[in-house]
Nanobody, 123 residues
Framework: QVQLVESGGGLVQAGDSLRLSCTASGRTVKTYGIGWFRQAPGKEREFVATIRWLDGSTNYADSMKGRFTISRDNAKNTVYLQMNSLTPEDTAVYYC????????????????WGQGTQVTVSS
């Protein structure tokens, strides 16, 4: 069992940066990969990035490369999503999730989900 709690969302202006946090708990959490997804109103939930706890390997959606960076702090059991140069198109609820299918981009491979954190980017 894995529990995930996101934080760090909010209202920002276009061009700003924001860092989201996902704190994970559970006895075997370090054997999972942690991914970030986002869902805008009326749209499908889409993959953003994922990281493997063991060695920090990462995988990004092509459209997120260069602006978004995923990282982890093993001591704090926390995964971060640094988002730069935000635009109104980045407005969404951002979710973190855990998977045994390390570095997967597929939503269906993720078994545990957090409650989400709202990111709103104004123009």
């Amino acid at each position: 069992q894995v529990q995930l709690v996101e934080s760090g969302g909010g209202l920002v202006q276009a061009g700003d940066s924001l860092r989201l946090s996902c704190t994970a708990s559970g006895r075997t959490v370090k054997t999972y990969g942690i991914g970030w997804f986002r869902q805008a109103p009326g749209k499908e939930r889409e993959f953003v990035a994922t990281i493997r706890w063991l060695d920090g390997s990462t995988n990004y959606a092509d459209s997120m490369k260069g602006r978004f960076t995923i990282s982890r702090d093993n001591a704090k059991n926390t995964v971060y999503l640094q988002m730069n140069s935000l635009t109104p198109e980045d407005t969404a609820v951002y979710y973190c999730a855990a998977t045994r299918s390390l570095l997967s981009r597929r939503r269906d491979d993720y078994n545990y989900w957090g409650q989400g954190t709202q990111v709103t980017v104004s123009s």
